[in-house]
């Protein structure tokens, strides 16, 4: 059993920046990767981006490209997720996942976190 417990959420202005840490406990098996997804209110959980066990592969929705950076330390069991250039249709709760396929769907993820609300003001 993985439990996930995400922070570093909160209220940004329209270009800041925020981090975003997702620690595990119960020691994620090797091979799990790790994604982001978010919940905008009346939306659906969309997915942000993923990273494979090694840290070498990563990837990312289009709508968060070339500003959100996922990372993750596997010696402190903890994934992170840097959001910068963030704009007012970012506002969503962020919640990471834990699961066996780096390509996988949402449905294809395993273990989920509480989620951290992130608002950003334009």
């Known amino acids: 059993q993985v439990q996930l417990l995400e922070s570093g959420g909160g209220l940004v202005q329209a270009g800041g920046s925020l981090r975003l840490s997702c620690a595990a406990s119960g020691r994620p098996s090797s091979g799990t990767a790790m994604g982001w997804f978010r919940q905008a209110p009346g939306k659906e959980r969309e997915f942000v981006g993923a990273?494979?066990?090694?840290?070498?592969?990563?990837r990312y929705a289009d709508s968060v490209k070339g500003r959100f950076t996922i990372s993750r330390d596997n010696a402190k069991n903890t994934v992170y997720l840097q959001m910068n250039s963030l704009k007012p249709e970012d506002t969503a709760v962020y919640y990471c996942?834990?699961?066996?396929?780096?390509?996988?769907?949402?449905?294809?993820?395993?273990?989920w976190g509480q989620g951290t609300q992130v608002t950003v003001s334009s």
């Open positions: 990273i494979s066990w090694s840290g070498v592969l990563t």
């Open positions: 996942a834990a699961g066996r396929n780096y390509w996988g769907t949402r449905d294809e993820y395993d273990y």
